[in-house]
């Protein structure tokens, strides 16, 4: 079993910053692909950005520009730092892995979700 823990979330002005961090941990052989989601009331959770194992990125073209996805393999963590922050971009923020275990099984894994509030 993987578990993914989530921290950084917050409340914060419009215009303002916010680095959120995801770690794995577990019965882990090799993350292969981590992303970050988020899910506004009322909408469905969209992805923002994925970071694949080798470093190579995408973004919603809603958030290029403006945040920045990045991993540190040796720590199976995931980072997303969030600048200028905009009221839409409240969301409950979660983090996803694609995951192969040391029984060579490959699944999703999801953390729990960290709120992000943007005041205007």
């Known amino acids: 079993q993987v578990q993914l823990v989530e921290s950084g979330g917050g409340l914060v002005q419009a215009g303002g910053s916010l680095r959120l961090s995801c770690a794995a941990s577990?019965?882990?052989?090799?993350?292969?692909?981590m992303s970050w989601y988020r899910q506004a009331p009322g909408k469905q959770r969209e992805l923002v950005a994925v970071i694949a194992r080798a470093a190579t990125t995408h973004y919603a073209d809603s958030v290029a520009g403006r945040f920045t996805i990045s991993r540190d393999n040796a720590k199976n963590t995931v980072y997303l730092q969030m600048n200028s922050l905009k009221p839409e971009d409240t969301a409950v923020y979660y983090c996803?892995?694609?995951?192969?275990?040391?029984?060579?099984?490959?699944?999703?894994?999801w953390g729990q979700g960290t709120q992000v509030t943007v005041s205007s």
């Open positions: 996803n892995a694609d995951v192969l275990d040391r029984q060579f099984k490959q699944y999703d894994a």
């Open positions: 577990g019965n882990i052989f090799r993350i292969n692909d």
